[in-house]
């Protein structure tokens, strides 16, 4: 997913949103507390959401923050990347292609109404429908039936996907095309959320406002400024929430966000820009943050573009190898990143050190790949960023190092927010590289291949396609066991070095911090801060 998410562009799945897209305000509740909010609440920095609250709708992690506060999902990961059931009692399958789902009983959305087999059912057909235009509705391509709600060209022939069936209030089945040993895994993604009925009155306005069955209800949202969610005692996940209350807070700058968790008028960042990294510990003492999660940050080529359009994948393994991850990561990022080592991170099942010489800086084997390639079509390329996330240093700083090694001029492109990035990648609008992140969705290697370079994947933004690989990553979808469908993917990652969809830079470490007001700050498998346990003082 993109952002911090699948997001979660970083997601689902899902680009790595590293700050918030406006300036913050200082929330307008009554009963102050030390912070800026109402008494008993928490804030973060989280940005303007790019679409709508809608969980099919939402694939980056500003978005992704406030989807996961008010909805529950049948399923979700420890800290570890292990199953935890929340609103299922179970999900099993005998031959990896019929799912059966349990749902524990007396869950209710937040206005009364009891979730069951119908609003997942009910849901999932609406978000899978070409009519309903979610960005997330490749995410239930695997189901029986999703052509004939989503077909290729034309109108949708069915208005339901053959494969759910509702057995009863608390149970229903799901059916694949094929054998998916990992597809349990892929439910734990937001956009599998269920939906009320009164949702289906008026999508536009619910998108606004919207009803969910998770730890908090809705309050307000007030655009560019802040999100505000309400604990709601009605909750029965593991997650439930031990304060009263979030604001979701947007931000400009990082710096901005920082110098208000400093002064007490902001609990929580997510991650501080490189210009307070050399001080936060300092700052921020025992509240202060650093722990690996499973994101990769990479260089996206937009493969309709100009400059690389048909480009020899040499040239892209040149670029790479012209990119000095080690003095980088150790300087300009303040020793928070690890240099990429291929194109999954650790954390997730199946990452490998790939056995190649494309990551190791080597300028002069950078010139000859380039060379030998027929270079970069005149000699320049941009790598579009968003200037709100913390990116203008360290893509200033490989922009250099690509221009020392090999000629090749590399200059940046800014975007003034992640919203505006987003939309210049979803309408193939990148000149030439984009800054690429992807934050796991579930914590298998699959999710760093088949959502972001199959042909079919909708977060596949540099549109990158290539037969084989599609045929690969279809053929690791249909092994007989979990075991063997990641050792299958770990096959197509070392394939994917020959053709370079993306450029792998390094693996993220999350590196925020929380304010003296708060407790209990803790990060979760995605890199998330989770909210939900954090408590005030």
């Known amino acids: 997913m993109r952002g911090a998410k699948s997001a979660k562009w970083v997601a689902g799945a899902i680009v790595v949103a590293l700050a918030a897209t406006a300036c ?187 009803v969910g069955n998770g730890p908090y209800t809705f309050e307000k949202w007030d655009h560019k400024k802040l999100i505000q969610v309400k604990a709601w005692d009605g909750y029965q996940g593991p997650n439930k929430a031990k304060n009263k209350g979030v604001q979701f807070k947007a931000y400009t700058t990082l710096e901005a966000a920082y110098k208000d968790v400093v002064s007490g008028n902001l609990d929580m960042i997510r991650q501080v820009g490189p210009t307070d990294l050399p001080k936060y510990k300092q700052d921020l003492g025992d509240g202060a943050i650093e722990q690996p999660y499973a994101a990769i940050q990479t260089l996206t080529p937009a493969f309709y573009s100009k400059t690389f359009k048909d480009i020899d994948p040499k040239v892209l ?81 490989v922009c250099e190092s690509i221009r020392k090694a090999t000629g090749v001029d590399c200059v940046g492109d800014p975007k003034p927010d992640f919203a505006t990035d987003l939309e210049a990648r979803d309408n193939d609008q990148v000149k030439g590289m984009y800054r690429g992140g992807w934050v796991a969705d579930y914590p298998v290697n699959a999710n760093f291949m088949k959502e972001l370079y199959h042909t079919t994947a909708e977060a596949n933004n540099g549109r990158f396609s290539n037969k084989e690989i599609d045929g690969l990553m279809n053929k690791a979808d249909n092994a007989n066991s979990l075991d063997e469908s990641v050792k299958a993917f770990q096959e197509v990652e070392k394939k994917l070095v020959d053709h370079m969809p993306a450029i792998p830079l390094w693996y993220y470490r999350i590196n925020g911090g929380h304010g003296k007001n708060v407790d209990n700050v803790n990060v979760d498998f995605h890199g998330d801060l989770e909210v939900w346990a954090v408590t005030t003082k």
């Open 24 to 210: 913050g305000g200082n929330g307008d509740g009554e009963g102050k507390s030390k912070g800026s909010g109402p008494a008993g609440y928490v804030s973060i920095d989280v940005g303007e959401p790019q679409k709508p609250l809608i969980p099919a709708d939402t694939n980056e992690s500003n978005g992704s923050y406030v989807i996961q506060s008010i909805f529950t999902q049948l399923l979700d990961f420890d800290s570890k990347g292990e199953i935890v059931y929340t609103n299922a009692e179970s999900v099993t399958s005998d031959d990896s292609k019929t799912w059966t789902v349990k749902l524990k009983k007396g869950w209710k959305f937040h206005n009364g109404e009891e979730v069951t087999s119908k609003s997942y059912v009910d849901a999932w057909n609406w978000y899978a429908n070409i009519k309903n235009n979610q960005q997330n509705s490749f995410w239930f391509q695997d189901i029986k039936g999703y052509d004939d709600v989503h077909p290729e060209k034309g109108a949708p022939k069915a208005e339901s996907m053959s494969g759910l069936k509702v057995v009863d209030d608390h149970t229903f089945t799901i059916e694949l095309k094929y054998k998916m040993p990992y597809f349990n895994y892929k439910l734990g993604y937001t956009t599998w959320a269920p939906l009320p009925k009164v949702f289906y009155d008026d999508p536009k306005a619910f998108g606004q406002k919207p």
């Open 317 to 397: 393994q040149g670029l790479s190898m012209a990119i000095d991850r080690d003095t980088i990561t150790k300087t300009v990022l303040n020793n928070t990143r690890t240099p990429a080592k291929g194109f999954t991170p650790p954390g997730v099942k199946g990452n490998q050190n790939l056995d190649t010489d494309v990551f190791t800086y080597n300028p002069a084997k950078a010139k000859q790949l380039i060379k030998e390639g027929g270079g970069v079509p005149g000699n320049k390329f941009t790598v579009q960023y968003n200037t709100d996330g913390g990116h203008k240093e360290w893509v200033t700083a």
